[in-house]
């Protein structure tokens, strides 16, 4: 079986910074594209940053030049680091990969959250 875990989230002020981490564990071959997504209160989830194994980058139009998604391909783990932090990120922050296991089967796995919230 396969997790994602998420962690990083908290309360910061507006203009803040703040670092998300999420670390793929368990039955894992390779992992191919890594996603970042939010979803705020009466919205829909939306695509914030991806980034493939090779590590080709992108990201939504609203927080381009202020977050930035890397990737550590020998821990597994997908980092988001969002600058110059604006109340409208508030959201849950969900880590999303295409994960492939032994067998090179492949399926998509989410985490559980991470609340962000920037206060104005």
């Known amino acids: 079986q396969v997790q994602l875990v998420e962690s990083g989230g908290g309360l910061v002020q507006a203009g803040g910074s703040l670092r998300l981490s999420c670390v793929a564990s368990?039955?894992?071959?390779?992992?191919?594209?890594m996603v970042w997504h939010r979803q705020a209160p009466g919205k829909q989830r939306e695509l914030v940053a991806r980034?493939?194994?090779?590590?080709?980058?992108n990201y939504a139009d609203s927080v381009k030049g202020r977050f930035t998604i890397s990737r550590d391909n020998a821990k597994n783990t997908v980092y988001l680091q969002m600058n110059s932090l604006k109340p409208e990120d508030t959201a849950v922050y969900y880590c999303?990969?295409?994960?492939?296991?032994?067998?090179?089967?492949?399926?998509?796995?989410w985490g559980q959250g991470t609340q962000v919230t920037v206060s104005s």
């Open positions: 999303n990969a295409d994960i492939v296991s032994y067998d090179l089967s492949h399926q998509d796995y």
């Open positions: 980034i493939t194994r090779a590590g080709s980058t």
């Open positions: 368990g039955s894992i071959f390779s992992i191919n594209a």
